[in-house]
Protein backbone atom coordinates (compact mmCIF):
# COMPACT_ATOMS: atom_id res chain seq x y z
CA UNK A 1 0.00 0.00 0.00
CA UNK A 2 1.44 3.52 -1.05
CA UNK A 3 2.16 6.07 1.72
CA UNK A 4 1.24 9.26 1.24
CA UNK A 5 3.76 12.02 2.31
CA UNK A 6 2.60 14.91 4.09
CA UNK A 7 3.60 18.05 1.76
CA UNK A 8 5.59 20.82 4.09
CA UNK A 9 2.71 23.26 3.41
CA UNK A 10 0.92 21.59 5.70
CA UNK A 11 2.78 22.71 8.30
CA UNK A 12 2.15 26.40 7.72
CA UNK A 13 -1.23 26.95 9.77
CA UNK A 14 0.59 25.32 12.82
CA UNK A 15 3.30 28.06 12.59
CA UNK A 16 0.75 30.71 12.49
CA UNK A 17 -0.85 29.71 15.05
CA UNK A 18 2.25 28.89 17.75
CA UNK A 19 3.23 32.58 16.38
CA UNK A 20 -0.11 34.18 17.22
CA UNK A 21 0.04 32.95 20.75
CA UNK A 22 3.53 34.15 20.76
CA UNK A 23 3.11 37.99 19.70
CA UNK A 24 -0.92 38.65 19.86
CA UNK A 25 -0.17 39.45 23.69
CA UNK A 26 2.41 41.82 22.61
CA UNK A 27 1.21 43.47 19.48
CA UNK A 28 -2.44 43.42 20.22
CA UNK A 29 -2.60 42.92 23.92
CA UNK A 30 -6.58 44.36 24.12
CA UNK A 31 -7.63 42.69 21.39
CA UNK A 32 -6.15 39.21 22.05
CA UNK A 33 -7.80 39.40 25.67
CA UNK A 34 -11.06 38.25 24.23
CA UNK A 35 -11.42 34.72 24.46
CA UNK A 36 -13.54 34.47 21.55
CA UNK A 37 -11.13 36.52 19.12
CA UNK A 38 -8.75 33.43 20.28
CA UNK A 39 -11.40 30.84 19.41
CA UNK A 40 -11.90 32.83 15.86
CA UNK A 41 -8.33 32.36 15.30
CA UNK A 42 -8.45 28.41 15.88
CA UNK A 43 -11.28 28.36 13.74
CA UNK A 44 -9.59 30.12 10.63
CA UNK A 45 -6.65 28.14 11.29
CA UNK A 46 -7.89 24.84 12.13
CA UNK A 47 -11.17 24.10 10.21
CA UNK A 48 -9.00 24.23 6.97
CA UNK A 49 -7.05 21.93 8.23
CA UNK A 50 -9.57 19.35 9.46
CA UNK A 51 -11.18 19.82 5.97
CA UNK A 52 -7.97 18.87 3.86
CA UNK A 53 -7.54 15.83 6.31
CA UNK A 54 -11.12 14.66 6.12
CA UNK A 55 -11.07 14.63 2.30
CA UNK A 56 -7.76 13.20 2.36
CA UNK A 57 -9.24 10.67 4.83
CA UNK A 58 -8.57 7.35 3.28
CA UNK A 59 -4.73 8.42 2.26
CA UNK A 60 -2.49 6.11 4.38
CA UNK A 61 0.42 7.96 6.21
CA UNK A 62 2.53 5.67 8.14
CA UNK A 63 3.47 1.60 7.06
CA UNK A 64 1.21 0.52 10.21
CA UNK A 65 -1.38 1.58 7.54
CA UNK A 66 -2.58 4.52 10.17
CA UNK A 67 -4.97 6.54 7.84
CA UNK A 68 -4.96 10.52 7.37
CA UNK A 69 -8.83 10.56 8.97
CA UNK A 70 -7.73 8.19 11.79
CA UNK A 71 -4.98 10.40 12.80
CA UNK A 72 -7.45 13.01 13.28
CA UNK A 73 -9.88 11.58 14.90
CA UNK A 74 -6.89 10.45 17.39
CA UNK A 75 -5.51 13.96 18.06
CA UNK A 76 -8.99 15.76 18.80
CA UNK A 77 -10.39 12.77 21.15
CA UNK A 78 -7.75 10.93 22.45
CA UNK A 79 -4.76 14.06 22.57
CA UNK A 80 -7.19 17.27 22.92
CA UNK A 81 -10.13 15.92 24.87
CA UNK A 82 -8.09 14.35 27.78
CA UNK A 83 -5.42 16.85 27.72
CA UNK A 84 -8.10 19.54 28.14
CA UNK A 85 -10.20 17.60 31.05
CA UNK A 86 -7.00 17.55 32.93
CA UNK A 87 -6.44 20.78 32.80
CA UNK A 88 -9.83 21.63 33.65
CA UNK A 89 -9.54 19.35 36.73
CA UNK A 90 -6.60 20.51 37.94
CA UNK A 91 -7.83 24.20 37.31
CA UNK A 92 -10.83 23.73 39.38
CA UNK A 93 -9.94 21.87 42.39
CA UNK A 94 -6.73 24.09 43.15
CA UNK A 95 -8.59 26.66 42.58
CA UNK A 96 -10.40 26.00 45.59
CA UNK A 97 -7.98 26.01 47.75
CA UNK A 98 -6.46 29.03 49.73
CA UNK A 99 -3.48 30.15 51.49
CA UNK A 100 -3.35 33.32 53.46
CA UNK A 101 -1.03 34.96 55.57
CA UNK A 102 0.97 37.73 56.23
CA UNK A 103 4.76 35.97 58.03
CA UNK A 104 8.42 37.72 58.26
CA UNK A 105 10.14 38.04 54.87
CA UNK A 106 13.07 36.70 55.86
CA UNK A 107 15.33 34.93 53.71
CA UNK A 108 14.77 31.69 54.95
CA UNK A 109 11.03 32.16 54.99
CA UNK A 110 11.12 33.18 51.23
CA UNK A 111 13.24 30.43 50.24
CA UNK A 112 11.15 27.93 52.07
CA UNK A 113 8.00 29.49 50.67
CA UNK A 114 9.30 28.92 46.92
CA UNK A 115 10.86 25.41 47.74
CA UNK A 116 7.61 23.95 48.85
CA UNK A 117 6.21 25.40 45.88
CA UNK A 118 8.71 23.83 44.10
CA UNK A 119 7.68 20.20 45.26
CA UNK A 120 4.07 20.88 44.96
CA UNK A 121 4.18 22.13 41.02
CA UNK A 122 4.18 18.40 40.09
CA UNK A 123 1.42 17.15 42.20
CA UNK A 124 -0.91 19.95 41.70
CA UNK A 125 0.85 21.64 38.46
CA UNK A 126 3.13 24.78 37.84
CA UNK A 127 -0.47 26.17 37.08
CA UNK A 128 -2.05 25.26 40.73
CA UNK A 129 0.85 25.59 42.90
CA UNK A 130 1.55 29.46 41.50
CA UNK A 131 -1.87 30.49 41.45
CA UNK A 132 -1.96 28.89 45.69
CA UNK A 133 1.28 30.36 46.63
CA UNK A 134 1.75 33.71 44.35
CA UNK A 135 -0.41 35.84 46.62
CA UNK A 136 0.86 34.23 50.13
CA UNK A 137 4.28 35.08 48.99
CA UNK A 138 3.38 38.88 47.61
CA UNK A 139 1.65 39.32 50.98
CA UNK A 140 4.63 37.84 52.93
CA UNK A 141 6.60 40.46 51.32
CA UNK A 142 4.11 43.46 50.67
CA UNK A 143 6.35 45.51 53.45
CA UNK A 144 9.74 44.89 51.84
CA UNK A 145 11.23 47.76 49.01
CA UNK A 146 13.07 44.66 46.94
CA UNK A 147 11.25 41.96 45.43
CA UNK A 148 11.02 41.55 42.24
CA UNK A 149 13.62 38.84 41.92
CA UNK A 150 11.44 36.65 43.98
CA UNK A 151 8.86 36.75 41.43
CA UNK A 152 11.67 36.05 38.87
CA UNK A 153 12.90 33.01 40.82
CA UNK A 154 8.77 32.21 41.76
CA UNK A 155 8.19 31.53 37.94
CA UNK A 156 11.61 29.61 37.06
CA UNK A 157 10.93 27.24 40.59
CA UNK A 158 7.33 26.84 40.94
CA UNK A 159 5.78 28.06 37.65
CA UNK A 160 7.84 25.43 35.32
CA UNK A 161 11.07 23.63 36.39
CA UNK A 162 9.33 22.21 39.58
CA UNK A 163 6.58 20.09 37.11
CA UNK A 164 9.05 17.84 36.10
CA UNK A 165 8.30 14.62 38.34
CA UNK A 166 4.63 13.36 37.44
CA UNK A 167 2.96 13.86 33.91
CA UNK A 168 0.52 16.29 35.85
CA UNK A 169 3.33 18.98 36.16
CA UNK A 170 3.39 20.47 33.26
CA UNK A 171 0.93 20.20 30.24
CA UNK A 172 3.75 18.49 27.35
CA UNK A 173 4.64 15.79 29.87
CA UNK A 174 0.69 14.58 30.19
CA UNK A 175 0.69 14.61 26.59
CA UNK A 176 4.36 12.32 26.47
CA UNK A 177 2.28 10.55 29.10
CA UNK A 178 -0.13 9.59 26.65
CA UNK A 179 1.91 8.85 23.99
CA UNK A 180 3.36 6.08 26.41
CA UNK A 181 5.83 7.07 29.13
CA UNK A 182 4.63 5.54 32.14
CA UNK A 183 3.31 7.58 34.96
CA UNK A 184 6.20 6.73 37.50
CA UNK A 185 8.60 7.19 34.20
CA UNK A 186 8.55 10.87 34.80
CA UNK A 187 10.19 10.09 38.19
CA UNK A 188 13.22 9.05 36.50
CA UNK A 189 13.97 11.93 36.05
CA UNK A 190 14.74 13.07 39.88
CA UNK A 191 18.31 13.82 39.42
CA UNK A 192 17.96 16.84 36.89
CA UNK A 193 15.01 17.74 38.59
CA UNK A 194 16.59 17.86 41.85
CA UNK A 195 19.77 18.85 40.61
CA UNK A 196 18.12 22.33 39.09
CA UNK A 197 16.03 22.94 41.97
CA UNK A 198 19.17 22.95 44.60
CA UNK A 199 20.60 25.14 42.47
CA UNK A 200 18.07 27.71 41.67
CA UNK A 201 17.06 28.26 45.43
CA UNK A 202 20.96 28.24 46.83
CA UNK A 203 20.69 31.61 43.88
CA UNK A 204 17.59 32.82 45.44
CA UNK A 205 18.70 32.86 49.26
CA UNK A 206 21.98 34.69 48.13
CA UNK A 207 20.16 36.91 46.44
CA UNK A 208 17.27 37.77 48.71
CA UNK A 209 19.95 37.74 51.44
CA UNK A 210 21.74 40.52 49.86
CA UNK A 211 18.78 42.63 49.04
CA UNK A 212 17.64 41.56 52.91
CA UNK A 213 20.46 43.43 54.03
CA UNK A 214 20.00 46.16 52.15
CA UNK A 215 16.16 47.09 53.45
CA UNK A 216 15.36 50.26 55.14
CA UNK A 217 15.02 49.26 58.49
CA UNK A 218 11.23 50.95 58.38
CA UNK A 219 10.50 47.80 56.07
CA UNK A 220 12.30 45.50 57.96
CA UNK A 221 10.42 47.04 61.16
CA UNK A 222 7.00 47.21 59.73
CA UNK A 223 7.03 43.55 58.34
CA UNK A 224 7.36 42.39 61.83
CA UNK A 225 4.58 44.47 63.03
CA UNK A 226 2.27 43.18 60.45
CA UNK A 227 2.94 39.80 60.46
CA UNK A 228 -0.11 37.13 60.49
CA UNK A 229 0.00 33.72 60.85
CA UNK A 230 -0.54 31.15 57.50
CA UNK A 231 -4.00 29.97 57.15
CA UNK A 232 -4.89 26.95 55.00
CA UNK A 233 -8.73 26.87 53.90
CA UNK A 234 -10.75 24.58 51.13
CA UNK A 235 -8.70 22.05 52.31
CA UNK A 236 -11.07 19.05 51.41
CA UNK A 237 -9.69 19.50 47.79
CA UNK A 238 -6.64 17.86 48.90
CA UNK A 239 -8.59 14.78 48.45
CA UNK A 240 -10.09 15.67 44.68
CA UNK A 241 -6.46 16.30 44.00
CA UNK A 242 -5.65 13.07 45.38
CA UNK A 243 -8.15 11.41 43.37
CA UNK A 244 -6.75 12.97 40.22
CA UNK A 245 -3.49 11.70 41.11
CA UNK A 246 -4.55 8.62 40.99
CA UNK A 247 -6.95 8.20 38.05
CA UNK A 248 -3.74 8.95 35.85
CA UNK A 249 -1.82 6.68 37.22
CA UNK A 250 -3.95 3.75 37.26
CA UNK A 251 -7.15 4.32 35.09
CA UNK A 252 -5.11 3.91 31.77
CA UNK A 253 -4.74 0.80 29.46
CA UNK A 254 -1.21 0.00 31.57
CA UNK A 255 -3.45 -0.94 34.30
CA UNK A 256 -6.65 -1.64 32.86
CA UNK A 257 -6.19 -3.32 29.39
CA UNK A 258 -9.94 -2.92 27.94
CA UNK A 259 -9.46 1.03 28.13
CA UNK A 260 -7.19 0.28 25.21
CA UNK A 261 -9.18 -2.10 23.47
CA UNK A 262 -10.23 -0.71 19.26
CA UNK A 263 -14.01 -1.90 20.42
CA UNK A 264 -14.08 -1.22 24.01
CA UNK A 265 -17.38 1.45 24.96
CA UNK A 266 -17.07 4.97 24.98
CA UNK A 267 -17.29 4.74 29.04
CA UNK A 268 -14.37 2.48 29.13
CA UNK A 269 -12.37 4.61 26.77
CA UNK A 270 -12.62 7.85 28.76
CA UNK A 271 -13.23 6.31 31.53
CA UNK A 272 -10.16 8.27 33.18
CA UNK A 273 -11.58 11.29 32.12
CA UNK A 274 -15.25 10.67 33.48
CA UNK A 275 -13.32 9.88 37.14
CA UNK A 276 -11.71 13.13 36.20
CA UNK A 277 -14.84 15.57 35.95
CA UNK A 278 -16.71 13.90 38.93
CA UNK A 279 -13.75 14.86 41.04
CA UNK A 280 -14.17 18.54 39.85
CA UNK A 281 -17.95 18.54 40.39
CA UNK A 282 -16.89 17.32 43.99
CA UNK A 283 -14.80 20.22 43.94
CA UNK A 284 -16.90 22.64 43.09
CA UNK A 285 -19.62 21.43 45.56
CA UNK A 286 -18.05 20.99 48.58
CA UNK A 287 -15.64 24.31 48.54
CA UNK A 288 -17.30 27.60 49.92
CA UNK A 289 -17.83 30.02 47.67
CA UNK A 290 -15.94 32.95 49.72
CA UNK A 291 -13.13 30.48 49.29
CA UNK A 292 -12.92 30.34 45.29
CA UNK A 293 -14.69 33.43 43.91
CA UNK A 294 -13.72 36.01 46.48
CA UNK A 295 -10.30 34.46 48.64
CA UNK A 296 -8.92 32.96 45.32
CA UNK A 297 -10.60 35.38 42.98
CA UNK A 298 -11.44 32.63 40.18
CA UNK A 299 -13.26 32.85 37.34
CA UNK A 300 -13.28 30.64 34.53
CA UNK A 301 -11.42 32.71 31.76
CA UNK A 302 -8.45 31.25 32.03
CA UNK A 303 -9.46 27.93 31.36
CA UNK A 304 -11.27 29.11 28.04
CA UNK A 305 -8.69 30.59 27.15
CA UNK A 306 -6.54 27.53 27.02
CA UNK A 307 -9.89 25.51 25.13
CA UNK A 308 -9.87 28.06 23.17
CA UNK A 309 -6.08 27.90 21.44
CA UNK A 310 -5.45 24.24 21.93
CA UNK A 311 -8.29 23.09 19.69
CA UNK A 312 -7.11 25.56 17.02
CA UNK A 313 -2.99 24.14 18.51
CA UNK A 314 -3.99 20.22 18.12
CA UNK A 315 -5.80 20.14 14.98
CA UNK A 316 -3.57 22.34 13.32
CA UNK A 317 -0.40 20.69 14.63
CA UNK A 318 -1.67 16.77 13.65
CA UNK A 319 -0.38 17.30 9.76
CA UNK A 320 3.01 18.78 11.02
CA UNK A 321 3.40 15.99 13.04
CA UNK A 322 2.79 13.71 10.52
CA UNK A 323 5.37 15.70 8.14
CA UNK A 324 8.26 15.79 11.23
CA UNK A 325 7.81 11.65 11.36
CA UNK A 326 7.93 10.82 7.73
CA UNK A 327 10.89 13.69 7.51
CA UNK A 328 12.63 13.32 10.76
CA UNK A 329 15.84 11.39 8.91
CA UNK A 330 16.25 14.31 6.69
CA UNK A 331 15.92 17.12 9.11
CA UNK A 332 19.82 16.77 10.71
CA UNK A 333 18.50 16.16 14.51
CA UNK A 334 20.33 12.91 15.49
CA UNK A 335 21.66 13.55 18.90
CA UNK A 336 20.47 14.33 22.46
CA UNK A 337 21.64 17.76 22.83
CA UNK A 338 20.21 18.90 19.42
CA UNK A 339 16.96 17.57 20.58
CA UNK A 340 17.15 19.34 24.47
CA UNK A 341 18.58 22.42 22.72
CA UNK A 342 15.72 22.49 20.14
CA UNK A 343 13.03 21.72 22.13
CA UNK A 344 14.20 24.13 24.49
CA UNK A 345 14.42 27.33 22.34
CA UNK A 346 11.53 26.83 20.76
CA UNK A 347 9.83 26.10 24.58
CA UNK A 348 10.94 29.54 25.00
CA UNK A 349 9.01 31.67 22.39
CA UNK A 350 6.32 29.28 21.92
CA UNK A 351 3.94 27.07 23.74
CA UNK A 352 5.82 24.08 25.49
CA UNK A 353 3.23 21.44 24.67
CA UNK A 354 2.95 21.64 21.31
CA UNK A 355 7.05 21.66 20.71
CA UNK A 356 7.60 18.43 22.93
CA UNK A 357 5.00 16.83 20.94
CA UNK A 358 6.55 17.48 17.73
CA UNK A 359 10.06 17.04 18.80
CA UNK A 360 8.65 13.60 20.14
CA UNK A 361 7.07 12.75 16.42
CA UNK A 362 10.24 13.79 14.90
CA UNK A 363 12.20 11.18 17.03
CA UNK A 364 9.81 8.52 16.27
CA UNK A 365 10.50 8.83 12.70
CA UNK A 366 14.73 8.55 13.38
CA UNK A 367 16.25 5.14 11.61
CA UNK A 368 16.76 1.92 13.91
CA UNK A 369 20.62 2.75 13.69
CA UNK A 370 20.37 6.20 15.19
CA UNK A 371 17.80 5.32 18.20
CA UNK A 372 20.19 2.08 19.12
CA UNK A 373 23.40 4.69 19.37
CA UNK A 374 21.55 6.60 21.59
CA UNK A 375 19.99 4.34 24.21
CA UNK A 376 19.09 0.62 23.97
CA UNK A 377 16.01 1.29 26.13
CA UNK A 378 13.04 2.68 24.54
CA UNK A 379 10.21 4.78 26.06
CA UNK A 380 7.20 5.76 24.30
CA UNK A 381 8.87 4.77 21.10
CA UNK A 382 11.94 6.50 21.28
CA UNK A 383 15.16 6.43 23.27
CA UNK A 384 15.06 6.76 26.62
CA UNK A 385 17.71 9.38 27.25
CA UNK A 386 16.38 11.03 24.29
CA UNK A 387 12.91 11.44 25.41
CA UNK A 388 14.00 12.77 28.93
CA UNK A 389 15.80 15.65 26.78
CA UNK A 390 12.80 17.00 25.53
CA UNK A 391 10.72 16.62 28.70
CA UNK A 392 13.93 18.54 30.34
CA UNK A 393 14.23 20.87 27.75
CA UNK A 394 10.17 21.52 27.23
CA UNK A 395 9.53 22.29 31.33
CA UNK A 396 13.13 24.28 31.88
CA UNK A 397 12.96 26.21 29.23
CA UNK A 398 9.60 27.19 29.83
CA UNK A 399 11.04 29.45 31.88
CA UNK A 400 13.38 31.48 29.62
CA UNK A 401 10.43 33.80 28.49
CA UNK A 402 6.61 35.00 30.29
CA UNK A 403 5.52 32.93 26.95
CA UNK A 404 6.77 29.66 27.19
CA UNK A 405 4.55 28.41 29.99
CA UNK A 406 1.06 29.33 30.58
CA UNK A 407 1.53 30.20 34.50
CA UNK A 408 4.59 32.58 34.04
CA UNK A 409 2.41 35.66 32.33
CA UNK A 410 -0.28 35.41 35.25
CA UNK A 411 2.48 34.88 38.06
CA UNK A 412 3.54 38.63 36.06
CA UNK A 413 0.27 40.26 35.86
CA UNK A 414 -0.51 39.43 39.60
CA UNK A 415 2.55 40.44 40.81
CA UNK A 416 2.22 43.85 38.52
CA UNK A 417 -1.42 44.20 40.85
CA UNK A 418 0.49 44.29 43.93
CA UNK A 419 2.45 47.75 42.60
CA UNK A 420 5.35 45.11 41.67
CA UNK A 421 7.78 46.22 38.57
CA UNK A 422 8.33 43.50 36.97
CA UNK A 423 10.75 43.79 34.03
CA UNK A 424 9.43 44.08 30.08
CA UNK A 425 9.85 40.57 27.80
CA UNK A 426 12.88 41.32 26.44
CA UNK A 427 13.84 43.25 30.07
CA UNK A 428 13.50 39.64 31.52
CA UNK A 429 15.45 37.58 29.46
CA UNK A 430 18.26 39.96 29.37
CA UNK A 431 18.07 40.50 33.68
CA UNK A 432 17.20 37.08 34.62
CA UNK A 433 16.57 34.44 32.08
CA UNK A 434 19.70 34.38 29.73
CA UNK A 435 22.40 35.22 33.06
CA UNK A 436 20.64 33.06 35.87
CA UNK A 437 18.61 30.13 34.19
CA UNK A 438 20.58 29.41 31.06
CA UNK A 439 24.26 28.90 32.25
CA UNK A 440 22.02 26.64 34.84
CA UNK A 441 19.89 24.65 31.78
CA UNK A 442 23.44 24.43 30.16
CA UNK A 443 24.92 22.58 33.29
CA UNK A 444 22.07 20.10 33.49
CA UNK A 445 23.08 19.29 29.68
CA UNK A 446 26.49 18.51 30.08
CA UNK A 447 25.98 16.60 33.58
CA UNK A 448 22.57 14.40 32.69
CA UNK A 449 22.49 14.59 28.77
Known amino acids: MEQFLMPAWTMIPFGIMLLAIAIGPIIAPEKWESNLNKLIVSAILGVPVAIYMIVNGAAVIDPSGLTMATSLVDTVFFDYVPFIILLLALFVITGGIHLSGDIKAKPIVNTLFLAIGFFLASLMGTTG?????????????????????????FIALVANCGGLMTPLGDPPLFMLFLRGASFTWFASMWAPWLFTGAILLLLYFLADTYYYRNEEWTALSADSRESKSLQLTGKVNFIWLAGVVASVAFLNAGTIPAMGEENAPLYMKYLREIAMLVLMVLSLVTTPRKVRYDDNKYTWAPILEV??????????????????????????????????????????????????????????GLSPDIMASMDANMVAGIPEVLLKAICI???????????????????????????????????????????????????VQLIFL
Do not use: C
Open 129 to 153: AAMLLIRPVLATNAQREHKMHTVLF
Open 307 to 364: AALFIGIFVTMAPALIFLKQNAASLGLTHIWQYYYSTGLLSSFLDNTPTAVAFHSMAT
Open 393 to 443: GAVFFGSMTYIGNGPNFMVKAIAEENNIDMPSFFGYMIKFSLIVLLPVYVI
